[in-house]
């Protein structure tokens, strides 16, 4: 009999801790960009800013790789020489 009881209460107050440590599972949330980097900008916005070498064969999707949060917007830094650039995702830090 006491080991049933141990087992619902057991049972019991896992049950909402298991509960509460599912969110950390979900989407990060949108953010902004780091302080160095511009934007976000949507990938149109980035192909018209820096546009890719002629014969480039498909620029939005490789941005699109780089959209982790799928929102359709990226951070850019432009690189030294003003035609490359490097992006990354606009996914907020969450400590």
Excluded: Q
């Excluded at 002629?54 to 620029?59: L, S």
């Excluded at 959209?67 to 690189?79: A, E, I, T, Y």
């Amino acid at each position: 009999m006491m080991k049933a009881r141990l087992l619902a209460v057991v049972v019991l107050v896992s049950l909402p801790l298991s509960l509460w440590v599912l969110p950390a599972a979900a989407t990060p949330p949108i953010g902004n960009c780091p302080p160095a980097f511009h934007g976000p900008h949507t990938f149109a916005e980035i192909i018209e800013m820096w546009p890719p070498p002629p014969g480039f064969p498909d620029p939005e999707g490789a941005l699109a790789g780089y959209d982790k949060n799928g929102d359709g917007s990226l951070c850019v830094l432009p690189l030294p020489g003003g035609t490359n650039i490097n992006v990354i995702d606009n996914s907020a830090r969450v400590p």
